[in-house]
């Protein structure tokens, strides 16, 4: 079992940035990808970004490739999601996830083993 944990969520003025840690703990070495999805009010659940923990390749949602950036801290078992310019319609909850499938699309829910609980970030003036 892999227990993920958001932190870093904020109410924060358009433009703005913001940097989302997840830590993760247990079998960790158990999971090969690490991604950040989000809920918007009203919208399904979406892919933001991913990374793949054994040559931290990275995959970016392409409506946010421009302003968002997922990295990871293996040594601290912690993945960081970076997001630049944020506008209105960033306002979420952003949810860290793990999966131990290695190949396949980043961003398809189901292929997720793990999840946080989420962290709310608002974007307003």
């Known amino acids: 079992q892999v227990q993920l944990v958001e932190s870093g969520g904020v109410s924060v003025q358009p433009g703005g940035s913001l940097r989302l840690p997840c830590v993760a703990s247990?079998?960790?070495?158990?999971?090969?990808?690490m991604a950040w999805f989000r809920e918007r009010p009203g919208k399904a659940r979406e892919g933001v970004a991913a990374?793949?923990?054994?040559?931290?390749?990275?995959h970016y949602r392409d409506s946010l490739a421009d302003r968002v950036a997922i990295s990871l801290d293996n040594a601290k078992n912690t993945v960081y999601l970076q997001m630049d310019n944020l506008v209105p319609e960033d306002t979420a909850t952003y949810y860290c996830?793990?999966?131990?499938?290695?190949?396949?699309?980043?961003?398809?829910?189901?292929?997720?083993?793990?999840w946080g609980q989420g962290t709310q970030v608002t974007v307003s003036s």
């Open positions: 247990g079998d960790t070495d158990s999971t090969n990808i």
């Open positions: 996830a793990a999966r131990v499938q290695r190949g396949g699309p980043w961003s398809i829910m189901s292929s997720y083993d793990y």
């Open positions: 990374i793949v923990k054994r040559n931290y390749i990275t």
